[in-house]
């Protein structure tokens, strides 16, 4: 079984500073990690996703995550914020066994202040 | 390439009744899965349809259901409606590929309210 925690359920930047969404995960097989965003009242957009390649993934709009085998981690960040990433972030997680079915996080609150 | 589609965006049904959601892959994509999101429980899985068959379900009770046609559009069904039902279903499309590492691309939803 696999499962997904996000540490934090509300996350408060200042426009322009670094952005650090903290995730970690429980996997009994090699897993594969992706972060989606979810603005108002929208769909989930995949942002990057980690598969047993390079452990430093870059993703869409300056995002980036460090998949951490020892840490069991996989943390989400930006250098800086912009007012358009405040959004729902959720820490994904499968395994090979498991088909197609995601397990989420509880997600992750991103408010940026101007 | 058009995205997922989901339909309708917005249904309001009462308790007993039954509602039937409709979905659109991305065109090429064999795998849709279903998901509900509710502020208490979060994303959950419900189940998933690959070349008509159900691979994956999850565990809600057998009130939902769904199917997949050959054209890879997906439906879900929930039978005698409950309050708790309230939630927003998200579908998603994937193409073949590596089990467990397929990109997912979700749908904008469909926003059910039980009465």
């Known amino acids: 079984a696999q499962s997904v925690t996000q540490l934090d359920s509300h996350v408060s930047v200042s426009e322009g500073t670094p952005v650090l969404l903290r995730c970690n995960y429980s996997?009994?097989?090699?897993?594969?990690l992706f972060w989606y965003v979810q603005h108002p009242n929208k769909g989930l957009q995949l942002l990057l996703k980690?598969?047993?390649?390079?452990?430093l993934v870059k993703g869409i709009n300056g995002f980036e995550a460090e998949f951490k085998k020892s840490e069991t981690s996989f943390h989400l960040t930006k250098p800086s914020a912009h007012m358009s990433d405040a959004a729902e972030y959720f820490c994904?997680?499968?395994?090979?066994?498991?088909?197609?079915?995601?397990?989420f996080g509880g997600g992750t609150r991103l408010m940026v202040k101007p | 390439k058009a995205g997922v589609t989901q339909t309708p965006r917005y249904l309001i049904k009462t308790r007993g009744q039954q509602v039937t959601l409709s979905c659109s892959p991305i065109?090429?994509?064999?795998?849709v899965s279903w998901y509900q999101q509710t502020p208490g429980q979060g994303l959950q899985f419900l189940f998933e349809y690959f070349s008509e068959t159900q691979r994956n379900k999850g565990n809600f009770p057998g009130r939902f259901s769904g199917r997949q046609f050959s054209n890879s559009r997906s439906e879900m069904n929930v039978s005698t409606l409950e309050l708790g039902d309230s939630a927003l279903y998200l579908c998603?499309?994937?193409?073949?590929?590596?089990?467990?590492?397929?990109?997912?691309?979700f749908g904008p939803g469909t926003r059910l309210t039980v009465l």
């Open positions: 994904v997680v499968t395994v090979n066994n498991a088909g197609n079915m995601l397990t």
């Open positions: 980690y598969t047993s390649a390079a452990t």
């Open positions: 996997s009994s097989y090699s897993p594969s």
């Open positions: 065109s090429g994509h064999r795998s």
């Open positions: 998603a499309s994937s193409s073949v590929g590596v089990l467990g590492t397929d990109t997912q691309y």
